[in-house]
Every structure is written in structure tokens, then in C-alpha cells.
Nanobody, 124 residues
Framework: QVQLVESGGGLVQAGGSLRLSCAAS????????MGWFRQAPGKEREFVAA????????AYGDSEKGRFTISRDNAKNTVSLQMNSLKPEDTAAYYC?????????????????WGQGTQVTVSS
């Protein structure tokens, strides 16, 4: 069992930056592939970024490439999402997710554990 708690959301102007963090419980964090998803009102939850257990491999959604960076600290059981050049269309609830398997996947059903989400609002 893994519990995930996100933090770092808030209100920011377009062009600004935010850093989201996700703290995970448990002793096996370093064996999980971690991901970030987001969901805007009335829309499907979509893939944002993911990182392999070692941190050596990452993947991003098309709209996030070059603006967002995912990283992890296995010693601290945390995964972060640095978001730069934010746009109003980035406004959504952002969710941290964990997958007990090696291999990055971009579909939500590939992840077993989810946090409660943190709201990001980007004003124009």
C-alpha cells in the first residue's frame, strides 16, 4: 500500500512557474514508476509526465515537453513536477500516481495508487 500526498498547487499568472511535490509513504518507493496526471473540469484525466524508479527515464505529454520537468528523490520518497511558462490551459487538478512496475505508461489505468490532487490555476 502506498499513500500519496500532493502539495504546491496555487494561483499563478500566465508565464509563471510552480513546483508540485508528492510525498509517498512506504519503504518501497524506489521500486515504483511515478506519474503526474491532470484533470480540468469536464475533461478526461490526462497524462502529464512520468519517471522510472531510478529516475533515469522520463516521459512527457506533448503539451508539456520543454516546459515541465519531473524528478524524484528516492531518499526522501518524493517526486516533483517543475512547471514553467504556465498557460491558462494548464489550469487543472494535478494528481500524483504510482505504478508498481518498471516501465513508463501514459494511460491512467496503468497506475494503481493516486493522491487526492492539488489545484493549479493559471490566470491570463
Amino acid at each position: 500500500q502506498v499513500q500519496l500526498v500532493e502539495s504546491g498547487g496555487g494561483l499563478v499568472q500566465a508565464g509563471g512557474s510552480l513546483r508540485l511535490s508528492c510525498a509517498a509513504s512506504g519503504r518501497t518507493f524506489s521500486t515504483f514508476t511515478m506519474g503526474w496526471f491532470r484533470q480540468a473540469p469536464g475533461k478526461e484525466r490526462e497524462f502529464v509526465a512520468a519517471i522510472s524508479p531510478s529516475g533515469g527515464n522520463t516521459a512527457y505529454g506533448d503539451s508539456e515537453k520543454g516546459r515541465f520537468t519531473i524528478s524524484r528523490d528516492n531518499a526522501k520518497n518524493t517526486v516533483s513536477l517543475q512547471m514553467n511558462s504556465l498557460k491558462p490551459e494548464d489550469t487543472a487538478a494535478y494528481y500524483c500516481a504510482a505504478r508498481r512496475a518498471i516501465g513508463i505508461v501514459v494511460f491512467r489505468t496503468g497506475y494503481t495508487y493516486w493522491g487526492q490532487g492539488t489545484q493549479v490555476t493559471v490566470s491570463s
